[in-house]
């Protein structure tokens, strides 16, 4: 083989490669935590769940339970030998089971353990519980009437004088936006499976976006140190959020059977009560203020973003705090205020959904800038390119952070001349001229979303790289796959940092045996952190690995050069494999722990002040819908998309992310609807009662294009920028085009203000309310 043959391109970084568990997911090859081989006597778990929204635990009576066939014990807070805690949040609120007080339907209060599931599930619910019953409330209004109990500390940005900026404003306008919630809807539900070892030590098999919180959880609650629990995760059906803190729960009852009685155990819920016992996207409801001039500026800003907390923290402090850093989206606010109210609920504690509060914030913005358009009479596209943040000057957020990577004119620009939307627009006002009962709409929206944990230390990553001496690469690292291509994303920096086949690298399960210390696969920060990781643990070998090649042929160290297949030491070229065998027997170290903390960020959340996000990831979508006005049903017709994920990666990726991202996103706004009855108890908690998009709904005409030209500014991996929830915001635009074919039964003089999800009956009832007002 000469140096031609061996240097042929190999680079699979920035191109379009599969997804590396594509072919396993088509043929169901793909293993998830129920495909593994159960150790031989494992036990299974089964959660008893309240029936009350609120009431004292007086007395539970496990007779009929215990006397149950394959019955093996019953789990209470009484048999666990450490802490009772397993709140992510870490402000001790959440206990394992109800501790004598149950707080909303569906609370876990005991877990029965069996030799079957099916013994286990069937016993359950034989299980004797004396309640005494408490006044309860589970939504925004009621929990502010209530007087607005608050679950964690709220949050205030303010920039500006707001009260002399509305006092300014030639016109002023109030208003409320109730936002609705969402389940995750993951495909694997919530599932772990614990096996014991001697001594402290146990294995956690658990489908969790965050690894290290599951190790810490489940060794606070057995008693022990880190180090005697291992958790691993190949691979989730499915995160969205809903397992970044959710996992706790099943990881620990399984952890605890499993030292108890010293045999694996795996503890996997109905859809029905992974529905009712795991929390969701928290429901908003925005109370505003806009003062804004005759051409659509605004001047100030005054809102106040409550939420459905549920009965703990969990992460209803920094997932409100997140609306609050998007309450501005795209757009400029001379003066601003805005408040987070985190609500002490009847419900089950809401928690991380991709955007993490940023999709509520920026509805919020939509919402009054759609406002401004129709007291106006204008198109709203104009209003919020009016009102966009500027380049060189009005360009401070609300957090006071400068906006310094401003790509939005461009993006919006493109896509409003690419979509033909003003051509579109017309003849959508002609059609709805000549129609009586069908009418369309068509919006254009834009996203601006920050990047990074706004807990600053979250922003860091390790990874773990081996060279074999046959040059084969072992890659593990401290991101979880679920589905986003995560792993395959950073094995192609793997592969293109030594310039070797995809093939040779061997992508490895996380595991916090390798990597300690990991942060949550979130905040869309999955391969900005774990890349960079990777790329720091191959360019501590590649340093080696050059040092042993110019003293191994007699050359500079300036003289090796990494080319695709090998190394060029002068005129001779020498393949990887070769490369790697030779620096084993010279006794080079082939293995480096990689590392990675994210620069240029800090945040002082008690002044409100701070640069929290490393750059911002930009992108706008046009929708097209038709309503029917007699029924309230509608269709999207199409959609035009431009976003921004610097330069990609993995385009192919990229784009699934961005469209799986809008449908999510479109599903949260249109279809999916959580509805709590009279008693306190969810009713949507099954696929009969909880519509999610299928592949019906999605738009006959979908166009999704990459902003080829954007490069992130910031020396992020392969200059890309994140795109797991910028993309979920996009689906904005439906709601505003529902909202303009609304308008049209009043001639476009009355603004929709429709609440969230537009349902079809949402829809009607909107059409109704407008004819009445027009008809005065």
Known sequence: MNKHDAAINLSVLHTNTRHDSGPKH??????????????????????????????????????????????????????????????????????????????????????????????????????????????????????????????????????????????????????????????????????????????????????????????????????????????????????FGGKETQGNLFAVVAALAAKKWNRACKLRPDRDDDMSATGKRHDFVVDYEVGFDDSGKIHAVDALYAARGGFSADLSGPVTDRALFHCDNAYWYPAVRAKSQPLYTNTVSNTAFRGFGGPQGMMGAERWIEDIAYALGKDPLDIRKANFYGTDTDNITPYHQTVEDNIVHRVVEELEKNADYHARRQAILDFNAGNALLKKGIALTPVKFGISFTATWYNQAGALVHVYKDGSIHLSHGGTEMGQGLYIKVAQVVADAFGVNLDTVKIMATSTGKVPNTSATAASSGSDLNGMAAWDACEQIKTRLVAHAAKLYGAEEADCQWVQGGIDVGRKFVPFAELAASAYMNRVQLSAAGFYKTPKIHWDRATGKGHPFYYFAYGASVSEVTIDTLTGEYTVDRVDILHDVGKSLNPAIDIGQIEGGFIQGMGWLTTEELVWDAKGQLRTHAPSTYKIPLASDIPPVFNVHLAEWSVNREPTIGRSKAVGEPPFMLAMSVVEALSMAVASVADYKIAPRLDTPVTPERVLMGVERLKREARG
């Open 26 to 239: 088509v043929t169901g090859t793909a293993e998830y935590i129920d495909d593994m081989a159960e150790p031989l006597g494992t036990m299974h778990a089964y959660l008893g769940l309240s029936t009350k929204p609120h009431a004292e635990v007086l007395g539970m009576d496990f007779t009929d339970v215990l006397n149950t066939p394959g019955v093996i014990g019953v789990l209470t807070n009484a048999d666990v030998p450490g802490a009772l805690d397993i709140s992510s949040a870490h402000v001790h609120d959440e206990p394992l089971f109800a501790d004598g007080v149950v707080h909303f339907w569906g609370q876990p209060i005991f877990a029965v353990i069996a030799e079957t599931r099916d013994q286990a599930r069937r016993a359950a619910q034989l299980a004797k519980v004396d309640y005494r019953d408490l006044s309860f409330f589970t939504d925004v209004r009621s929990a502010q009437a209530a007087g607005g109990k608050e679950v964690t500390k709220p949050l205030k940005l303010e920039r500006g004088d707001v009260e002399a900026g509305m006092a300014s404003a030639p016109r002023r306008l109030k208003g409320a936006i109730t936002i609705g919630g969402q389940d995750h809807f993951y495909l694997e539900g919530q599932i772990a499976l614990a096996i014991p070892g001697e001594d402290e030590d146990v294995i956690v098999h658990s489908s969790t976006q965050h690894p290290s919180e599951v190790q810490l959880i489940v060794a606070n609650a057995l008693g022990i140190r880190q180090n005697a629990v291992t958790v691993n995760v190949r691979r989730m059906g499915g995160g």
